[in-house]
């Protein structure tokens, strides 16, 4: 049984159109103004189904706004999905509320690192406090010199300096309070961590600090991550699996080796030429995508999600969507026309 | 050298901030300059003063912060003998800065239309429908899909990227001289980064504008910046042409920092921090605020003054013993 199984999940956002009809529309959503059928909606997760085994880490990776925060704050219970279905150790969370799912026993086993660590912390907190708090709420420790040691512990583990506890976090740097929410996402040592952009605000030397850690929590407790990231050479090193989405689709999904060395869809080929280098000989030949990227909002539901952009198109693609299919290698893509060229990102050490 | 008039020159700044535990003394002695149309990039580990060096350009302070000695020269004036109010005027339109927390520099309970509408209407000529065309334009291009419809957004409606290329149009609505941004690009996926990376390029070389680059990606340092601000502890401890940083690294934190970034092809074993922490900035510290940490000490590292060697022409470097 898997950790986390979602299928077919789906969020959709009304949006307020703009100009006079915006001002009709606001005035009217508080009196049901939404179900008269004059919103249109944003699709920010459209039918995801994917899984997570337990001591599994995978990575989900895809363009700014294709719905990965969307995802992971469906799957950690912060939203309620639209449609679909969550199963998490076998029992469907899906259906039940977030407000009521915080309070529930599942909620000290799924933790969540936020993409924003200033936006997450409370201003009024210190460190101790912060990273004290999910232990006193959740993890039924109370005050006292325990509670001190374990808290102290954990902000250790994440490289932060004990005179950081008495901060606030206006006093932190960007990389700091990123640790501050780490630390406290740690605490429970949940069986499932999501972590949305963990490492993005920290330098490489704690990056590598925290990716240590994690890979000893995933080693010695067991622990799984969905571990959003826009750094593919961080997913590489972390992640068996990943994700690939676009426009809140997976496009792509399967063994990360497998998908380095052979991407299917052409926006992974994309993504995966992109990635910027220090050293010039790593660099590999850019594919700069052209053409405007699709509106998420009311998409047709027949036309491939990276047709605008995408250097592969044919005219079936217009009439039809295509659908997951599986490949050699364990590989999953969603493409009319995928890729038969092998690339060789990621896999320098075994061509030479 | 020839006398030149840079464009922005940080001469000798140092700034703490009191805490209850102790003074915090985040910047020590930072000096460099930027020419116009030039692209720096500063670099270095978490908590280095990468953020309170750009705060203290944009003459934001934390009431806790004193600067202790320097100046800031902007275009020849100096800025500490400005006053408020003109300090205020000069920010937002000949300097602009992107935020490291984009969502939170931005006004939660106003659309993102709004907000762009304000600046454009304080700082160009647009008037009236002009206005609401500009900023389409611009939302246009960092790439927010479908600007008509999302023009009425507020923040939290949007994804943390595209909060952050909302606050870069922002930035760069009001052509400014000088661009401070503060991981512009962070969390972005690669593709929306190069597009981005490309839009803040094409403003440098339009309009000579220069650019502080703030990012952990020495990746991508090396591709846009044309020079590189190694920080440490407060200290700027190497400035050089990014080609000669990256070639041949002087400062032993800087070799470290180079060689801890993760590749194509390294793996996690491989992996590894610079060891040793950040110094404690409240304590008493050595000259070298790296040399608890670095392989080379020797005795005389650890006395003032901090040296500032000329290793070649603009390859700058805080050691006694360069690599
Ligand atoms: N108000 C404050 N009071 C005390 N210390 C502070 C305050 N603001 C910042 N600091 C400290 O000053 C140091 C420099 O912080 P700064 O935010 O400039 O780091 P940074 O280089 O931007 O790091 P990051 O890459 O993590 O964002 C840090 O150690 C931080 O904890
Ligand atoms: N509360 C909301 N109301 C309306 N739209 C929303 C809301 N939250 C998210 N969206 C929209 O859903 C889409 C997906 O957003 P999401 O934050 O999941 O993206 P993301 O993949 O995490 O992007 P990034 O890499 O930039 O963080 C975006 O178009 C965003 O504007
Ligand atoms: S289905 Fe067609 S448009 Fe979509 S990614 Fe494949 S080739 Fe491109
Ligand atoms: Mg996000
Ligand atoms: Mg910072």
């Known amino acids: 049984m898997a950790l986390l199984q979602t299928v077919d999940l789906l969020k959709k956002f009304p949006i307020r159109p703009s100009g006079a009809m915006g001002r009709v529309w606001n005035s009217l959503r508080g009196m049901g103004g939404e179900e008269r059928g004059e919103a249109v909606y944003l699709h920010a997760v459209d039918g995801v189904t994917f899984t997570i085994e337990a001591g599994e880490s995978v990575g989900l990776v895809g363009e700014s706004g294709c719905g990965k925060s969307t995802l992971a704050r469906l799957i950690a219970r912060l939203q309620d999905p639209t449609s679909g279905a969550i199963a998490f150790e076998g029992r469907n969370i899906g259906g039940i509320p977030a407000s009521r799912f915080i309070q529930g026993e599942k909620r000290r086993k799924i933790q969540m690192v936020f993409q924003d660590p200033t936006e997450s912390l409370n201003p009024g907190f210190t460190t101790f406090r912060a990273v004290a708090d999910p232990l006193l709420r959740l993890g039924g420790m109370r005050s006292g010199p325990e509670l001190r040691k374990r808290v102290e512990e954990l902000c250790a583990l994440v490289g932060l300096a004990p005179e950081f506890l008495t901060r606030y976090p206006h006093q932190l740097s960007g990389g700091q309070k990123a640790r501050v929410g780490i630390a406290r996402a740690i605490a429970l040592e949940p069986s499932l961590l999501i972590l949305d952009e963990p490492t993005s605000a920290l330098d490489v030397s704690v990056q590598a600090v925290i990716l240590h850690l994690l890979e000893d929590l995933k080693n010695r407790l067991g622990m799984s991550y969905l571990f959003v990231s826009h750094d593919l050479n961080v997913v590489r090193l972390l992640c068996q699996r990943v994700l690939v989405m676009y426009l809140g689709k997976i496009v792509e999904a399967g063994p990360t080796r497998e998908i380095l060395r052979h991407p299917r869809h052409p926006y992974t080929r994309a993504l995966l030429s992109a990635i910027p280098a220090i050293n010039t000989t790593e660099r590999t030949e850019r594919v700069r995508l052209t053409g405007e990227p699709m509106s998420p909002i009311d998409p047709s539901p027949h036309l491939c999600r990276f047709y605008s952009r995408c250097p592969q198109r044919e005219e079936r693609c217009r009439v039809e969507m295509p659908m997951l299919t599986p490949y050699p290698g364990g590989i999953e893509a969603a493409c009319h026309f995928p890729s038969e060229k092998r690339e060789n990102i990621g896999t320098q050490t075994t061509v030479s | ?323």
Not at chain 2, 144 to 168: N, T
Not at chain 2, 221 to 240: K, L, P, Q, T
């Open chain 2, 1 to 323: 050298m020839e006398s030149r008039n840079p464009l922005l020159a940080v001469d000798n700044l140092s700034l703490e901030f009191r805490t209850r535990t102790g003074v915090v003394k985040a910047l020590e002695n930072v000096s460099f300059e930027i020419e116009k149309g030039q692209t720096v990039g500063v670099v270095g580990e978490s908590g280095s003063g990468k953020s309170v060096m750009s705060y203290a350009i944009m003459g934001i302070s934390d009431p806790a912060a004193r600067i202790t000695s320097g100046r800031i020269v902007f275009g020849g004036i100096s800025l500490f003998e400005k006053s408020g109010q003109e300090l205020q005027e000069m920010r937002g339109r000949e300097i602009s800065m992107i935020f490291q927390s984009p969502r939170t520099a931005l006004n939660p309970i106003r659309t993102i239309g709004s907000q762009l509408e304000d600046v454009i209407y304080r700082h160009s000529s647009f008037r009236g429908r002009q206005i609401r065309g500009r900023a389409l334009d611009l939302l246009n291009q960092v790439h927010i899909p479908d600007p008509e419809k999302r023009y009425h957004a507020y923040p939290f409606e949007l994804s943390g990227g595209m909060c952050q290329r909302v606050m870069i149009a922002i930035a760069i609505s009001s052509n400014p001289w000088l661009l401070i941004a503060d991981e512009p690009v962070t969390g972005l996926d690669v593709t929306t980064q190069a597009a981005i990376m490309d839009l803040i390029k094409d403003a440098a070389r339009e309009r000579n504008m220069g650019t502080i680059l703030i990012t952990h990606d020495l990746g991508l340092a090396a591709e846009y910046c044309d020079r590189i601000i190694v920080m440490h502890s407060g200290h700027v401890v190497e400035v050089a042409d990014t080609e000669h940083l990256f070639m041949r690294p002087r400062h032993p934190y800087t070799a470290k920092l180079i060689g801890a970034t993760p590749n194509a092809s390294r793996d996690l074993a491989e992996l590894s921090s610079i060891p040793g922490n950040l110094p404690d900035l409240r304590a008493e510290l050595p000259a070298c605020r790296y040399s608890e940490r670095c392989e080379h000490l020797k005795e005389d590292c650890l006395e003032p003054p901090l040296p500032r060697l000329e290793t070649e022409a603009g390859h700058l470097v805080a050691c006694r013993y360069p690599l």
